[in-house]
């Protein structure tokens, strides 16, 4: 692993297990610590690390045709946010990650930082002896034919939002009234299909070692004057 070359904030949701987190809350979150870091491009990055309460989002640029219900009426919180990608659903027990960096420090490569966070996804599977693959052409990370990871980034004069979502143990039910990430032939899957009592706490330091890794990072709790409201 490299020698970090710079701090992170590590921000999570308190209690064990963290309760899960309404998704406007943890969007909220984000803009602040990217308007935090557009001022001052030189302060440390950041990470959330979260569960969301159920529901549902879908890229700047997401086609409606992709969910099973009306968008005026939908079954869960519907929210268009700011980042690339089409619609997919969020749920308590899938592992949501929050990198709010300097990407001028991390490559300045939108398509490099995509490609490093499937590389953390496929750095925890590893560690639960398992191989994450990629697919040529999309972004995210399968596992045996079945989609564990979606990942949507989204960047404001190249500090980041958004991130990526690691299916642990969630109910899948709730991607059955959408097509997943546009993908109709490739199934959603969780880690817990193949290891079986798997939760998102025992999942959680792995994803933050391999993402500080991945990133050259050393991450750090929040001094006073940096601390978010509650959750």
Not at 6 to 29: H, K, Q, T, Y
Not at 66 to 88: H, Q, Y
Not at 195 to 222: I, K, M, Y
Request: charged share 20%; glycine share 12%; net charge negative.
């Amino acid at each position: 692993m490299a020698t970090p070359n710079s701090d992170a904030i590590l921000f999570e949701p308190s209690g064990s297990p963290a309760a899960a987190v309404p998704f406007a809350r943890g969007w909220a979150a984000q803009r602040r610590l990217q308007e935090r870091l557009l001022a001052d491009p030189n302060g440390p990055d950041a990470v959330l690390l979260l569960e969301h309460q159920p529901c549902y989002t879908l890229g700047r640029g997401a086609s409606e045709a992709f969910l099973g219900f009306d968008p005026a009426d939908p079954p869960l919180p519907l929210f268009r946010i700011d980042r690339g990608g089409e619609v997919t659903h969020h749920a308590p027990g899938q592992l949501v990650l929050y990198p709010v960096l300097n990407l001028q420090r991390h490559g300045a490569d939108l398509h490099r930082y995509l490609r490093a966070l499937e590389q953390v996804v496929i750095d925890v599977l590893a560690r639960f002896g398992l191989v994450g693959e990629r697919s040529p052409g999309q972004t995210g990370v399968w596992l045996e034919g079945r989609k564990l990871a979606a990942i949507g980034v989204g960047a404001r004069r190249w500090i980041s939002q958004h991130g990526l979502a690691l299916n642990v143990n969630c109910d899948l039910d709730g991607f059955g009234a959408i097509v997943p990430c546009g993908i109709a032939d490739r199934p959603v899957g969780r880690l817990s299909d193949w290891l079986p009592g798997l939760t998102p706490q025992a999942v959680r330091p792995h994803l933050l070692d391999a993402f500080a890794g991945e990133f050259s990072l050393a991450l750090r709790q929040p001094y006073g004057g940096e601390a978010l409201p509650p959750w």
